[in-house]
């Protein structure tokens, strides 16, 4: 079936410098894509999201990238923070609307200060 | 704080229990979700409510069983769960479907 999954479980990063995750996707159709991040103890909280229109969108400190050609999407977050610890996961609507996510099993981010 | 309660965060029950989880949302939100989050796997979508009607029930077992007394609560009740049941069961409200998602803290659950 169609799913949404990550390639690394983890990451470790200094502090200062930047970090990249990333999301592999396989349905083709998926049209929405969004970033929760899930800090110990907390549900899931949104980060940013992407639309298939789109190659490129920023926020705050973090940015995503979505290649539609190989089905990838990542998430950048600049100058990482200790508080930025968290499980970061990956979604889109590959369910079949933007309420039947799809999510990615995480990939747990570690700053080193 | 997300503006969504959920209670108890942590639970502890038999198989034979009848226990139920709470969740509240304060953002004058339209639609409610269950999702169960289990170790090493993603996050799974159990039901849906917009405007207090289900509008997705994910094949999800009959021991489960969600109530939605109004826009503002959520009720998960359960009963006669298996171990296998043991899992973090997560609320999200949204402004209405297909809109971005507001999570709880989760209720831990844990079935002997």
């Known amino acids: 079936g169609e799913s949404v999954g990550l390639h690394l479980p983890t990451l470790s990063v200094q502090e200062g410098d930047n970090s990249i995750i990333n999301c592999a996707y396989s349905n083709s159709a998926s049209d929405y894509f969004i970033w929760y991040k899930q800090e110990s103890g907390k549900g899931p909280q949104f980060i940013i999201d992407?639309?298939?229109?789109?190659d490129k969108r920023q926020g705050q400190r973090v940015t995503v990238l979505l290649n539609k050609t190989v089905k990838h999407l990542s998430l950048q977050i600049a100058a990482t923070q200790p508080g930025d610890s968290a499980v970061y996961f990956c979604a889109d609507d590959s369910g079949g609307s933007n309420y039947k996510l799809t999510f990615g099993k995480g990939t747990l981010l570690t700053v080193n200060p | 704080e997300t503006g969504v309660t959920q209670t108890p965060r942590h639970l502890v029950m038999g198989m034979t229990n009848k226990k139920s989880l709470k969740c509240e949302q304060h953002?004058?939100?339209?639609?409610m979700y269950w999702y169960k989050q289990s170790a090493k796997k993603p996050l799974e979508l159990m039901f849906v409510?917009?405007?207090?009607?289900?509008?997705e029930n994910n094949s999800v077992p009959s021991r489960f069983s969600p109530e939605c007394p109004n826009s503002s609560h959520l009720f998960l009740h359960l009963h006669t769960l298996q171990p296998e049941d043991s899992a973090l069961y997560l609320c999200a409200s949204s402004p209405d479907l297909n809109e971005k998602l507001f999570f709880g803290s989760g209720t831990q659950l844990s079935v002997l």
């Open positions: 992407i639309r298939s229109n789109m």
């Open positions: 409510y917009s405007l207090e009607e289900r509008v």
């Open positions: 953002l004058g939100h339209n639609a």
